[in-house]
């Protein structure tokens, strides 16, 4: 949950925020103190206040709670280490899935955990660096269930250097439990930001446009690709978005004519600069015999 800010940009984007009820867990109890504050000074009433002070992972939610959400926002440590412990495969978050995400990197235990905990009907998305869209071995066979279940619903890569904890660039993954269709939409938003001294922003008019891509799900020339079930078999389940969105941007290109032509003005005026150096080193005197010979002896290798 961190200090709340993503749970509160919900409000934004309601036709009812007063009646939205946030739920959020963090393992910190500074941050967890802050996300409370955050919720009263955002005028947050009380009883749709429910934060937790505890382990998302190893503790999970309590069953006398809550537990299915209508939205599901998370931005967890990203490739944070986690225990991994052989109980957790029959834990109901991950039973299905065979495996669990790797001890080094609790990326799809996060999302795993979340998309447990989402309604039917619900819509989840997720912050997590690009490696969850590729990597093999334990995560690969979770990506692979996800996508033959349809739960992976879209795919939206960011700019890189977006947030303060890290300079490298993060992906979107949105996921709904229960849809028709297997196909997946990749939006490439990676160069949609206003450059900053120390971290990049996307304004609200970026905002828009992805969000645009979003809701018309379709193909759109180097900015979005919606992929067939069968686009994603063909490549092995593999989501690096350069594989469905191609961005590439081919340079100028260069005239050998032009480039010669510059080339033997450059070489003429190298030339003609020189031999005006030499000049002015011909009109040096100097009564120390020594330096006078040395200034000879450049002189002669510059003239070779």
């Not at 030499?278 to 120390?288: A, M």
Request: glycine letters at 6%; hydrophobic letters at 35%; a negative charge.
């Amino acid at each position: 949950m961190g200090s709340g800010s993503l749970l509160l940009n919900a409000k934004k984007y309601s036709t009812d925020p007063r009646n939205i009820k946030y739920y959020g867990q963090e393992l910190n109890t500074s941050t967890y103190n802050l996300a409370r504050m955050n919720m009263f000074l955002h005028g947050i009433a009380p009883e749709n206040q429910n934060l937790r002070n505890a382990d998302t992972l190893d503790a999970d939610w309590p069953t006398g709670e809550e537990t299915e959400f209508d939205m599901v926002l998370m931005n967890p440590p990203y490739s944070a280490k986690w225990s991994a412990a052989a109980g957790f495969l029959q834990d109901e978050r991950f039973s299905d899935y065979g495996v669990l995400a790797p001890k080094s990197k609790a990326d799809y235990a996060f999302l795993l955990h979340g998309l447990y905990h989402l309604k039917n009907n619900g819509t989840m998305a997720i912050v997590l660096p690009h490696g969850v869209l590729f990597r093999g071995a334990a995560e690969g066979k979770i990506r692979e269930k996800l996508l033959r279940s349809g739960n992976i619903y879209a795919v939206i890569g960011l700019p890189a250097n977006l947030f303060y904890n890290t300079s490298i660039p993060t992906c979107i993954v949105v996921l709904k439990k229960h849809r028709d269709g297997r196909d997946v939409l990749f939006i490439d938003a990676s160069k949609k930001f206003n450059k900053g001294k120390k971290q990049n922003e996307m304004t609200d008019e970026h905002i828009d446009a992805v969000l645009e891509l979003y809701e018309k799900r379709e193909t759109v020339e180097k900015e979005s690709y919606l992929a067939s079930f069968q686009d994603l078999e063909k490549n092995d389940f593999n989501l690096n978005i350069p594989r469905y969105v191609d961005n590439f941007e081919e340079e100028e290109q260069i005239d050998l004519g032009d480039l010669l032509s510059e080339m033997k003005q450059t070489d003429a005026e190298l030339e003609s600069v020189q031999s005006d150096f030499v000049s002015l080193l011909h009109d040096l005197v100097c009564d120390d015999e020594k330096i006078a010979a040395s200034l000879h002896e450049y002189i002669q290798m510059i003239e070779g």
